[in-house]
């Protein structure tokens, strides 16, 4: 329905309007340019465990580095790249750069990567063989990977859908299911694959309070639900050590936010995993004055 709605507008021509349609029509064609010309890059954010604060593991999110240094974040062309179809190649370059990165990271580290898919991505055939090439590739053990996907894609009953999500738990890679709690979904569907974690969305962790447990609620319904499931729990978007706090006490397991760590650049968030996951001492020193 979004994409219809997307697609009206273009019969209006406000000045508006008229921006965002040709903003759309730039990054159509200049994103099969990026993918030729090696401009898209992966940020790793780091994922720590909430008992001990240890570094387990890091998502990776797609850039989109302009010849003249300017960044592009993901909101800005993956839902075209999504409706032009060329979420499909870049999808897959994000796969096979997440993987190689993955190789050199595991040297240093035990660490769990998790990368994003798109619906587009899941729904067709093929999918479980191309993550398979990708980890042989590389030599990674399919138990390093995690692949994030969001509750809409739980519901498509396609037996696509179902025969990718059995291939690639055979594997041995994990499923989490990304912004949960913001979708239509019905908990039922949870019970379709094996979900190996619930990563709490962001607009639930934002208002915990200490001592508030109305702003609580819903974050600890989903730890609930996912206990009584045998599934993880990660929680998004943890700014402060009062979220921080809350989410200790109410038993989820694991968390990211800018509190522990941004998405870095590969080199820094290496150097990041070098120190073991502790900031850099001139952050340090910017902390302390
Ligand atoms: P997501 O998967 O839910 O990723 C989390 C987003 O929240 C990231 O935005 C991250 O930078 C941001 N974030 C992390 N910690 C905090 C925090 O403490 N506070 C706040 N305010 N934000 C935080 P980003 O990198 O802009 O990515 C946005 C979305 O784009 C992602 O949401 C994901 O849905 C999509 N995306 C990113 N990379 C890929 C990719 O390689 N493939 C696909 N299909 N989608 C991707
Ligand atoms: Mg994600
Ligand atoms: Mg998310
Ligand atoms: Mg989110």
Same mark, same amino acid.
């Given at each position: ?20 349609? %040709? ?5 159509? @064609? @200049?994103?099969?340019? $990026?993918?030729?010309? @090696?401009?898209?890059? /992966? &940020?790793? #954010? =780091? #994922? ?9 593991? $890091? ?22 790249? +999504? ?15 997440? *993987?190689?990165? $993955?190789?050199?990271?595991?040297? &240093?580290?035990?660490? /769990? ?7 587009? #991505? ?18 990674? =053990? ?5 692949? +994030?996907?969001? +509750? %809409? ?19 041995? !890679? ?20 094996? !979900? ?11 208002? /915990?309070?200490?001592? @508030? ?12 639900? $996912?206990? %009584?499931?045998r599934m993880q729990t990660l929680a998004e978007g943890v700014e402060t050590e009062e979220q921080y706090g *809350? ?6 397991? #694991? *968390?990211q936010g800018y509190l522990l760590g941004r998405p870095m650049p590969y080199d820094e968030f290496l150097a ?18």
């Amino acid at each position: 329905a979004a994409k219809e709605a997307g697609r009206a507008t273009y019969r209006f021509f406000t000045p508006e309007l008229n921006r965002r349609a %040709s903003d759309r029509m730039w990054t159509e @064609n @200049n994103l099969r340019r $990026a993918l030729a010309n @090696n401009e898209l890059e /992966l &940020h790793f #954010q =780091p #994922q720590f465990s909430l008992d001990g604060r240890r570094l387990v593991g $890091a998502e990776a999110l797609v850039r989109w580095r302009q010849p003249d240094g300017t960044l592009i974040m993901p909101g800005q062309f993956i839902p075209i790249a +999504e409706d032009t179809g060329l979420i499909l190649p870049l999808g897959d370059w994000v796969l096979g750069e997440a *993987c190689r990165r $993955a190789a050199d990271l595991l040297r &240093h580290r035990d660490l /769990l990567i998790a990368i994003n898919l798109s619906a587009v #991505q899941v729904r067709r055939p093929g999918l479980a063989e191309r993550v398979a090439g990708w980890l042989s590739a590389y030599g990674i =053990p399919p138990s390093a990977l995690e692949l +994030e996907v969001t +509750e %809409s894609v739980l519901m498509d009953e396609s037996d696509v859908v179902t025969e990718t999500f059995s291939q690639l738990r055979e594997m041995g !890679v994990s499923l989490a299911i990304d912004d949960f709690g913001t979708g239509y979904s019905s908990l039922a569907y949870l019970k379709r694959f094996r !979900v190996d974690k619930l990563k709490i969305d962001r607009s639930f962790v934002s208002g /915990l309070r200490a001592g @508030n447990p109305d702003s609580s609620a819903i974050a600890e319904a989903i730890i609930g639900m $996912a206990r %009584s499931l045998r599934m993880q729990t990660l929680a998004e978007g943890v700014e402060t050590e009062e979220q921080y706090g *809350c989410l200790v006490a109410m038993g989820c397991d #694991q *968390c990211q936010g800018y509190l522990l760590g941004r998405p870095m650049p590969y080199d820094e968030f290496l150097a990041f995993v070098r120190r073991d996951g502790r900031p850099a001492e001139n952050r340090v020193a910017e902390a302390v004055e």
